[in-house]
């Protein structure tokens, strides 16, 4: 382990592939000059003081706060490069850089990427310097898919590179491929052929009787790392895992995966189409039969309204169960707070206004959620506050607010002296009396 310094930024024209565990989307980013909103710097809260350990194979970037964790992901990075060699049959070039931050707060300021960075982006790796950059996920499972999903992208890099012949000008050859084709084998290498995500995606679809086609997949319509990792699934499970790379490798170089389709797989891509979607009903038969479709036993609440109110999530029910709580992105502008009538829907009460309200960064929509006390008259859920995990108490008492958050919000570090302030909290739960759990 020595001292190092973390590289100021991204040289210019660098393409990155953002991970989640969620949203992960290629991008292009802009010249050093112009990736910064209006020329302006991004919002940093804090330095970080980056130390570098390294192993076999990588050169893994750290701080204090985060030296345990980096030694752990430093093993998940070495078994991952492992599996993945043989899986794609490719020796990763060169050492690989992976740069850790405790926290998503932490990863939204690094400076190694220019531009805002969203909560739903779980990761990035460049496609010119191969590096990674994530943040320490809650779970270890979490940490370990990021970093596996990673690491696929930068096998894919290198494996596409002009020096691979699969590549031109400069850039890899993988830049060139759909991103349900990119994603798609990420998710598949990093999770596997079998995921309750990717299955509820294909049985809802097969029963809808709206499964896309292999050319319908970059329609935005579809979200391409569940389909792309179903396709993949469906494409390993017939011709073996060796044809993933091969795949790969043929689509980078003639810049086209039907041709690739046609040419290892010995069919056209509509005739895979065909076979792939009779795959899939076969799977979506092995449901239940005695299950109900969600309409057939409730009543929706968030009931389409135009534009916004698409996504509502995270709904936390009062005691009494008169009232529910959830996050929507009613406004159009923000994903914020909101109380509704439990038996009507009306909603009863806009609690933030994230857009506006200087008080939260972030309400952590994907993975976040609140709880209510015993009287169903105070709400307490997690939020990032300038850059730092809080707790924020709703009161309904108080009436329907207009302004900004009516809440009151406490940012004090709930660990012992000599531990770390907490970096990152996605849930809170009351207990008895005045007491909050969170995690």
């Not at 020329?39 to 970080?48: H, L």
């Not at 995990?389 to 958050?405: F, H, K, P």
């Not at 406490?410 to 909050?436: D, E, L, N, Q």
Request: charged letters at 20%.
């Amino acid at each position: 382990m020595v001292s190092g310094t973390l590289p100021a930024r991204c040289s210019p024209h660098t393409l990155t592939v953002a991970a989640p565990t969620v949203l992960l989307l290629v991008l292009l980013a802009a010249p050093a000059s112009a990736q910064q909103y209006f020329g302006g710097n991004k919002v940093q809260y804090r330095s970080f003081q980056f130390e570098v350990l390294r192993t076999d194979n990588f050169d893994i970037y750290f701080y204090e706060e985060e030296r345990e964790a980096a030694a752990i992901a430093a093993r998940m990075a070495e078994r991952w490069r492992a599996r993945l060699g043989r899986v794609l049959n490719h020796d990763l070039s060169g050492r690989q850089p992976l740069i850790l931050y405790a926290a998503h707060p932490h990863f939204e300021q690094t400076n190694a990427i220019g531009g805002d960075i969203g909560e739903g982006t779980g990761g990035v790796t460049e496609s010119i310097r191969r590096r990674i950059i994530l943040p320490l996920g809650g779970p270890l499972a979490d940490t370990d898919h990021v970093i596996g999903h990673e690491l696929v992208h930068a096998f894919q890099f290198d494996m596409t590179s002009p020096q691979q012949g699969g590549g031109r000008g400069g850039f890899p050859g993988a830049q060139r491929l759909p991103l349900w084709f990119i994603e798609g084998m990420a998710e598949y290498l990093s999770i596997g052929p079998v995921d309750p995500h990717a299955a509820m995606w294909v049985r809802d679809a097969v029963l809808q009787e709206k499964l896309p086609r292999i050319k319908d997949l970059e329609n935005p319509e579809y979200f391409p790392y569940r389909w792309g990792q179903a396709f993949w699934a469906y494409v390993s499970g017939r011709w073996g895992q060796d044809m993933v790379g091969r795949l790969l490798r043929d689509a980078a170089r003639a810049g086209s995966k039907d041709m690739a389709i046609e040419a290892d797989l010995g069919m056209k891509t509509d005739q895979l189409t065909e076979e792939w979607h009779a795959a899939l009903r076969r799977l979506a038969e092995q449901l239940p039969k005695n299950t109900s479709r969600a309409g057939e036993v409730a009543e929706l609440l968030t009931k389409p309204r135009g534009l916004g109110g698409e996504l509502n999530v995270s709904p936390a029910l009062s005691p009494d169960g008169t009232k529910v709580a959830f996050l929507s992105e009613r406004s159009l502008f923000s994903i914020d707070l909101y109380i509704a009538n439990a038996q009507t829907g009306e909603i009863v009460d806009r609690v933030s206004r994230t857009d506006v309200d200087p008080h939260f960064t972030s309400l952590q929509f994907i993975q976040s959620a609140g709880g209510w006390n015993a009287a169903g008259d105070r709400f307490a859920f997690a939020v990032i506050s300038s850059g730092r995990a809080a707790l924020a108490i709703y009161d309904s008492r108080g009436g329907v607010s207009n302004g900004s958050c009516r809440c009151q919000v406490s940012t004090k570090p709930s660990t012992r002296p000599g531990r770390p302030m907490a970096v990152a909290s996605r849930s809170a739960r009351w207990r008895a009396g005045s007491r909050i759990c969170s995690s």
